[in-house]
């Protein structure tokens, strides 16, 4: 759990928008690999770190996908 003040955390990375498809939520660009096999110990291989720098890219394919057309956006923030 992050216990840093939210002035201390990090900003999201910039997302190139044109990866992600307007009409659902399209993680191809940010999916994690399949399920692991286990070593002969049994122990699986930690993936929080590859978990944790998708996540700016999963949450712009949902912003996207709510979005849709980026053409409609408009506003004094618009893209």
């Known amino acids: 759990m992050l216990t840093r003040p939210y002035y201390e955390r990090l900003k999201p990375t910039s997302q190139n928008l044109s990866l992600f498809a307007p009409d659902r939520i ?3 660009n940010v999916h994690l690999p399949d399920y692991p096999k286990p070593d002969p110990a049994g122990r699986l291989t930690d993936s929080r770190d590859l978990a944790n720098s998708f996540f700016d890219g999963r949450a712009a394919a949902a912003v996207r996908c709510s979005v849709g ?9 618009a893209l």
Do not use: M, R, V, Y
């Open 26 to 28: 399209d993680l191809s």
């Open 69 to 77: 057309d980026l053409n409609s956006i408009s506003g004094p923030n």
